[in-house]
């Protein structure tokens, strides 16, 4: 299959056209949010969900997000709305927030996994809201990645792993946010975060008072069984081993130095991870600049592509500093430490 890509800006309106015919005959188009880039097919279509999994290599048990352009289509999705969604939706929408809801009939199970519940959300970039809006379409979109690999910043990303798989791409230049939504639980008696992202405990706590953080992801080594699905499969991965090295600024440095040397001694390719601050501490080849702790929105939207320079590069080890301050150092960890499959070594 060919790949069409085109410019996703509002007044392309060829661009849209397209895109809408392909969604409305059960096709896939990569698109960008404010997130990630998602890989959208027709939610309420069967064949277009299953065409989705098989796209993207993605475990028939792991749920697609349902993208929206308005709040009446929660009515038309979700089989209740809570109250605490409506608070939540008021505030967050549109946003980078995900509430699962009891799901309505008309939601198929391919689309959701074979669970009962719906996740839905509406996201605020201007090119995904013009696709749901002239495409009528309530669009299921997952990361447009391969399973398991870094969820796409850019459209080169999407063609990285996609070309060929979809219909076409639609290339809305680097998006902002750069990690998943968060996705909020509202099915049960506590509202409960199922994935942390951009709209953190604190900001949900503000509107309803409340909110719990699934178990499974407070203690990712628990074993515990993660209420998002997606939640338990490697994910985010370069193809290098990566291992996070946690501790005092000095040590880690010298923690991490000492580990490049003896992997490019013995013959490996190498790269660092390490915080704008750190960078000149590092006398060793590949040493990318993550951004800054300080600024730690820098360092989420920077962070998938950075895992794919690891690859571009070759990196068979790389080693990274933890970001696990500031507001989203904790959506950011949860995906540093999933893509390095647990490898943590403490210095302290
Ligand atoms: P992605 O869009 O690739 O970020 O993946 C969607 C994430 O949402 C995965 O972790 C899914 O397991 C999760 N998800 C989607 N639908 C549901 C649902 N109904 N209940 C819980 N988690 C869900
Ligand atoms: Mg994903």
Redesign the pocket.
Known sequence: METVVLKAEPQNNEAFKQATEVLRTGGLVAFPTETVY?LGGDALREDASQKIYAAKGRPSD????VHIADTDSVYKLAEEVPCHAVKLMEAFWPGPL?I?FKKNAIVPATT??G?D???IRMPSHPAALKLIKDSGVFIA???ANLSGRP?PTTSEHVVQDMNGRIDMILDGGPVGIGI??T?V?VTGDRPTI??PGFISAKMIKDILGDVAIDPAIVDMESGMRP?????KYTHYAPKGELTIVEGSRDKVAEEIQRLVCQKNKDGYKTAVLADTDNVALYSCDNVFDAGSKKNDITVAAGLYALLRSCDDIGAEYIFSESFEEGDMGYAIMNRLIKAAGHRIISVD
């Open positions: 998602g792991n749920p697609l997000i995900t699962v959701t996994g669970l519940t719906v996740a979109a997952p990361s969820s998943e939504s996705i639980d199922l994935r209420k998002a699905p997606g939640m």
